[in-house]
C-alpha cells in the first residue's frame, strides 16, 4: 500500500468513505423503520404519494438574471473552446494541490 496519495486522491477517497457512511446510516435507517411497522403491507409515510394543488400554492415570479456584465446570459462557446476552459481549470486546481501539498 502506497504511504502517501495525492491532494486529488485524498480528496476522491474521503468523498468515496462519506458516501459509503451515508449509504450505511440510510441503510440502517431504513431497516429499523421497516422492523417497526406494525403491517408489513402498509406502505411507509415516507413513500406515500401525496396530491399537489398547484392552484393553493404562492405565484411564482420568473426573474432573469445576468450573469455577465454585459448583459448576456450564457457564455457561447465550440465544444473545444469549452474542452481548453475545463481542462485549463483542472490544470490550475492540480497544481494549487500539488503547491499546497509542499
Do not use: W
Amino acid at each position: 500500500m502506497p504511504q502517501v496519495i495525492c491532494g486529488c486522491c485524498s480528496k476522491k477517497l474521503r468523498a468515496a468513505h462519506a458516501f459509503v457512511q451515508q449509504a450505511q446510516e440510510v441503510n440502517a435507517k431504513l431497516c429499523s423503520m421497516l422492523q417497526q411497522s406494525d403491517d408489513v403491507n402498509k406502505p411507509l409515510d415516507c413513500l406515500q404519494k401525496v396530491q399537489i394543488d398547484i392552484g393553493s400554492c404562492a405565484e411564482i415570479k420568473m426573474e432573469q438574471d445576468s450573469v455577465y456584465e454585459d448583459g448576456r446570459d450564457v457564455d457561447v462557446m465550440t465544444e473545444a473552446q469549452f474542452l481548453k476552459r475545463v481542462l485549463n481549470l483542472s490544470k490550475n486546481t492540480e497544481e494549487d494541490t500539488l503547491a499546497a501539498t509542499f
